[in-house]
């Protein structure tokens, strides 16, 4: 907690800006996919969020990250612009990907973001090789593989594990853990613990609060230097709160009915605001002040979204090497 | 008989099966949904609600919530089929064969052929496939054509609710492995079903049109746009026949070939992709063996050699149309030998 407080003000600053940004952009999200405007499969992030920019903020551009099906707030952890991810979203054709990916599949490879992934702990091998391209090309980067509580039970995460180990990739495992693997609960599905299973790998592990953006950046600092420093994986245990549904239109019935309530007391952006203001280093005031900033701005891009055209049958068969 | 939906029809023949047989037992991600935590125990029933309410009358040890990864709890079915379990696994999105693929083309289709014949492995692996639900690359596939072409497994494409109940009890009652493919976008589809158990025997082709002009043969959701194209082309004079195989492996190609030689034209929509797939597989089958039927080159409609997009505005021009159809089957109707010699 104490190195966090060391970060500068306009470190702090960033950090909230980009905590509310994620959070305004899910809330927006959710709002207009629950108005039947946005298309197909989406999984939110709210709740979540000092996980990716507790981490995010030791990165840049050397550094790649690997996401999961809940990737927006990954993206923006990560500084990729809200603007063209929500006209991903929309399926619009200037999206991230031209409206070929959509929310499952967002992606920006000039931001080392690897794209979110439909396909349940895909990213943890994918971070592996780009660690593997940071060491080998020796830039100093290192790859963050972000995977929930049920992809840690996948074998291609429990196989990088070991990769990861035995050619001392700079990579950092961060298994965000909120608590359910779709409707089906952590506590039942994850035998042993994630520590305990790094430290099976021979990988220092911890488990984080992820409710606190200072521990979850303290112990992502730890990490990312050991990785700098050459001296291999680490994993993080984060422990979280998921607000929406696994997905988009799941009632949740597999909660408690204040469960959810119960888990916003202790909220990521709250304690923050809380942690910064008492020890008087950003004022309530200007906090409020990028709160509206950053509820107009995600407002205008959703705007600018909603109109902007849609990809048309030129597209279909673009960026493929044969068409048939 | 009832009006069910596909959803329905899908949930009826595993509850009628599991009260028939105590050794069929069904597993998968969230099949109940909600397992360890505080509320609902039978919260989802599978992401599209098929299994809903199997969790409360057949309990936790017939109605298994799996951990989230799929090798080894396809394994494991696998294994439980070839000792003595008769199990339904769900593999949620048919696009998800690629973390479990080993399994299934290496260990459960190999067993009955690689032991020498003293393998039984009743095993049906439920999932789901198709586009046009803007769930994009990974969660929109057709790769019944990769199962297909392995032998040791049986493929199941049924194209309504009639179809799935049969279907599904047949691979249930089967002793061979068999992958059971539902289109994610007929959940919600209605028909009358019988009540009672019944079971559609693979391997044999169901006539839903008979015409004299061309031949459709159309695979899964792809026989309901087929059927629609050649009701529409009768009104203008067209008659066309309508193939649904049923199964890919096996499949009726007797029942091809002959309305194939009745009509002398021949149209397959296949909403895979062109290359390898089933469309390319019937035109190559009629090419051997009714060659000199043929009045006019085969025509394929199917999904381009592309992944499926998300965007609404690409993924509707993705997948093969009515209207697609139609053309088809004009163009080997505007088809002239003469002309085409000359």
Redesign the interface.
């Known amino acids: 907690m104490a190195s966090g407080l060391q970060l500068s003000r306009e470190e702090l600053g960033a950090a909230y800006r980009r905590m509310r940004t994620i959070r305004a952009f899910e809330d927006a999200v959710h709002a207009e996919f629950s108005a039947g405007t946005i ?3 989406v999984h939110l992030y709210a709740g979540e969020e000092a996980s990716g920019v507790g981490v995010c903020m030791h990165l840049d551009g050397r550094d790649a990250i690997a996401s999961t099906h809940r990737g927006h707030g990954h993206c923006i952890a990560k500084g990729v612009e809200v603007g063209p991810m929500m006209h991903e979203i929309f ?3 200037d ?1 991230l ?1 031209g ?4 929310s ?2 967002i992606a920006d490879l000039s931001q080392g973001m690897l794209g979110a ?5 895909a990213g943890a091998p994918l971070i592996c090789g780009a660690a593997l391209t940071a060491k080998t090309l020796k830039t100093g980067g290192v790859a963050i593989c972000f995977y929930g509580d ?2 840690s ?4 995460v429990l196989e990088s594990y070991n990769l990861a180990k035995i050619w001392n990739l700079p990579v950092i495992f961060v298994a965000e853990d909120n608590g ?11 035998g042993g613990s994630q520590v305990g299973r790094g430290e099976g790998f021979g990988i220092p592990s911890r488990q984080v609060d992820g409710s606190d953006f200072f521990d979850v950046y303290e112990a992502a600092g730890e990490a990312i230097d050991r990785a700098r420093a050459g001296k291999g994986p680490s994993l993080l245990h984060v422990k979280l709160n998921r607000y929406y549904g696994h997905f988009e239109g799941d ?7 204040d ?1 959810v309530e119960s888990a916003r007391k202790r909220d990521p952006i709250d304690l923050f605001r809380q942690r910064v203001v008492e020890a008087s280093l950003i004022t309530a005031a200007e906090l409020d002040a990028t709160d509206r900033e950053v509820v107009a701005e995600i407002g205008d891009c959703m705007n600018a979204a909603k109109a902007a055209p ?4 030129a ?3 673009t ?2 090497y ?3 | 008989m009832s009006k069910k939906s596909y959803r329905q029809a899908i949930n009826e023949a595993l509850r009628q099966e599991m009260e028939r047989d105590d050794r069929v037992i069904l597993m998968g991600e969230d099949v109940a949904g909600g397992t360890g935590a505080g509320g609902d125990q039978d919260a989802w029933g599978g992401p599209m609600g098929v299994t809903k309410g199997l969790r409360p009358q057949f309990g936790p040890d017939r109605v298994l919530d799996t951990h989230l990864a799929e090798m080894s709890f396809v394994g494991a079915a696998a294994g439980a089929a070839v000792t003595g379990l008769r199990p339904v696994v769900e593999l949620m999105f048919v696009d998800f064969m690629g973390v479990c693929f080993d399994q299934i083309f290496n260990q459960v289709a190999k067993f009955r052929y690689m032991f020498g014949g003293k393998a039984v492995t009743p095993l049906v692996i439920r999932t789901m496939y198709g586009a046009g639900l803007r769930a994009a690359s990974q969660h929109s596939q057709c790769l019944y054509p990769i199962f297909t072409h392995i032998p040791g497994l049986k493929v199941v494409l049924p194209s309504n609710a009639y179809e799935a109940k049969g279907l599904l009890i047949q691979a249930i009652r089967d002793d061979d492995p068999v992958i059971f493919f539902e289109h994610k976008a007929m959940y919600d589809d209605e028909m009358e079903v019988p009540d009672e158990p019944y079971a559609i025997p693979f391997g044999e082709a169901n006539v839903t049109r008979e015409g004299e002009d061309v031949t459709i043969v159309a695979f899964g959701r792809m026989v309901n746009l087929a059927n629609e194209a050649a009701d529409s082309l009768a009104k203008r004079g067209i008659s066309c026949t309508v193939v649904d195989p049923r199964t890919t492996s096996p499949l009726d190609s007797e029942t091809i070939l002959e309305t194939v030689e009745e009509t002398g034209r021949l149209v397959v929509v296949d909403e895979a992709h062109p290359r390898c797939g089933m469309a390319a597989d019937i035109a190559g089958l009629v090419a051997e063996n009714a060659f000199d039927s043929l009045k006019a080159p085969i025509k394929l409609v199917t999904s381009p050699h592309a992944p499926v997009p998300f965007s609404p505005a690409l993924e509707d021009i993705y997948i093969p149309s009515v209207a697609k159809i139609e053309a088809a089957v004009r163009a080997t109707l505007a088809h002239d030998h003469k002309v085409a010699a000359e």
């Not at chain 1, 359910?180 to 994850?190: C, D, I, K, P």
Request: charged share 15%.
């Open positions: 298309p197909g499969f399926g619009r054709k999206g990907c409206g070929k990916g959509g499952m599949h992934n439909g396909i349940v702990g049920g992809a039970n996948q074998g291609a359910y693997a779709e409707a089906t609960a952590s506590s039942w599905s994850v009632a949740m019935t597999y909660r408690l009915p469960e849609m990809p048309t049958e597209d279909l068969m960026d493929v044969l068409t048939y």
